[in-house]
């Protein structure tokens, strides 16, 4: 056979006309999903997709699940939980963890209270004096994780369970209304108004994003204990930088 006969028939048995050889219409559908595999949060996105899909067009509550007031609960019950995850997510850098800020979460509410109604204290100075009671929760569990040595998983189980007591005692188990010097005011941008936590959470979520981004890690890419050891002269100690990371993780 001739190599012109060869040559026409390798053109005949090509891609057809307009197309280019090789690329297929579903080569770039292909990759995509490749790609979309290969990212530790897919599951976590199917997972959800399947979930919104079950509750919004099969289940028997399909009917009050895309409604205002859903959206606004989901939110208020989410929120609070994504500012937390912000600060924990320092402490996983520097690979510990932090057991206490869900209780710093539950007394700053009743210290605010307190200084507001039992000490006369203005709104915005009692919100910062719950907010500097966090840096010192947090620089309370640096100091035993990082000098003493205490295990961070030990150290933040002691003070959860220190703030929890706390509240239980100085609240008598019952749930605080808020001051009327801060109803229709400041408390609209703390938890009234339906979208304000959502709208805290978005802040944080996209300072922390742009920080973490923008922030060379301790030592290196992988996160190491925190030890008062010295590091290595290219990098930062990773025990001073589990200090701030200690007290951001509980004031959030």
Not at 57 to 66: G, H, R, V
Request: charged content about 10%; aromatic content about 12%.
């Amino acid at each position: 056979m001739s190599e012109t006969v060869k040559r026409a028939d390798e053109v005949g048995a090509g891609a057809p006309p307009g197309q280019v050889p090789g690329k297929s219409p579903w080569a770039g559908l292909q990759a995509l999903g490749r790609a979309f595999a290969q990212q530790r949060e897919a599951t976590v996105f199917v997972v959800a997709v399947l979930l919104l899909i079950y509750f919004g067009f099969i289940s028997s509550a399909s009917s009050n699940f895309f409604t205002r007031a859903d959206f606004v609960n989901i939110t208020q019950i989410m929120a609070p939980i994504a500012i937390i995850a912000c600060g924990e997510v320092l402490l996983l850098i520097c690979g510990e963890i932090d057991l206490s800020p869900g209780f710093v979460f539950l007394f700053a509410p009743y210290l605010m209270h307190y200084l507001i109604d039992f000490y006369g204290v203005p709104a915005i100075p009692a919100i910062l004096i719950a907010l500097l009671m966090g840096l010192v929760v947090g620089a309370i569990n640096g100091f035993f994780t990082v000098t003493v040595g205490v295990p961070s998983f030990i150290t933040t189980f002691a003070t959860a369970f220190i703030l929890s007591g706390l509240t239980l005692y100085t609240s008598h188990a019952q749930p605080s209304v808020p001051s009327a010097s801060v109803q229709g005011g400041i408390e609209q941008w703390l938890g009234e108004y339906a979208w304000s936590e959502l709208v805290w959470a978005v802040i944080i979520v996209a300072i922390f994003h742009v920080v973490l981004t923008r922030t060379r890690p301790p030592r290196s890419s992988a996160a190491p204990r925190c030890s008062a050891a010295p590091a290595p002269s290219s990098a930062p100690s990773s025990g001073r930088s589990c200090w701030p990371c200690c007290s951001t993780g509980s004031t959030s």
